[in-house]
């Protein structure tokens, strides 16, 4: 049994490895930079320290962007971990509308975990985009409206999910003031 350092440890250490080839949409930040902040405002600014929800942050975009598969995810972090990432990942065998429409469902029907992973990633894709041109960023701001649309609170809701919907709000409140600014 691994101790709670050691999983969030192997979930970076398996993040890397499979991002190593990767940037971020600015070209100069090492792709995995996104995850490991998605895991750290799940920790720090949501408060979350469940070691699962944890390791699932870091790894949330190992299944879509990489080569990993999801048999290599269950098989080191466990079914639930695998299952939250498949539900954080698009199918990219679908056209792009169709795709987005599907993932939106699969969102909506997620567990609460799930909502609060992509929650956070949103939410460092909008503070993330401050620095893109402003093609890049309406873009991610468009998709965060979408995503936010698909997880429409609910009273079913535990107060993190609630906490990082406000928090995702907030981000793109500011940003959007910004851009008028501008």
């Excluded at 998605?38 to 962007?65: F, K, M, S, T």
């Excluded at 992973?117 to 460092?124: E, I, P, Q, S, V």
């Excluded at 309406?138 to 993190?160: F, N």
Aim: net charge negative; aromatic share 6%.
């Amino acid at each position: 049994m691994r101790t709670f350092e050691e999983a969030v440890l192997a979930a970076v250490s398996f993040a890397a490895r499979a991002h190593r080839h990767q940037l971020r949409k600015d070209g100069r930040t090492p792709y995995v930079a996104h995850p490991l902040r998605v895991a750290l405002i799940v920790r720090h600014l949501l408060g979350c320290g469940d070691e699962e929800v944890l390791a699932a942050a870091v790894l949330h975009d190992c299944l879509e962007d990489t080569d990993t598969d999801y048999d290599d995810l269950a098989a080191a972090f466990g079914e639930q971990v695998a299952r939250w990432v498949a539900a954080l990942s698009k199918d990219c065998r679908l056209p792009e509308e169709q795709r987005e429409e599907a993932y939106c469902r699969q969102l909506r029907a997620a567990d609460w975990q799930v909502h609060l992973l992509k929650l956070a990633d949103m939410y460092d894709n909008l503070t993330d985009s401050a620095h893109l041109e402003p093609s890049k960023r309406a873009q991610v701001v468009r998709k965060v409206r979408r995503y936010l649309e698909a997880l429409r609170p609910t009273s079913a809701d535990p107060p993190l999910v609630s906490a990082a919907r406000r928090l995702v709000e907030q981000a793109l409140s500011q940003l959007e003031q910004h851009e008028v600014q501008v």
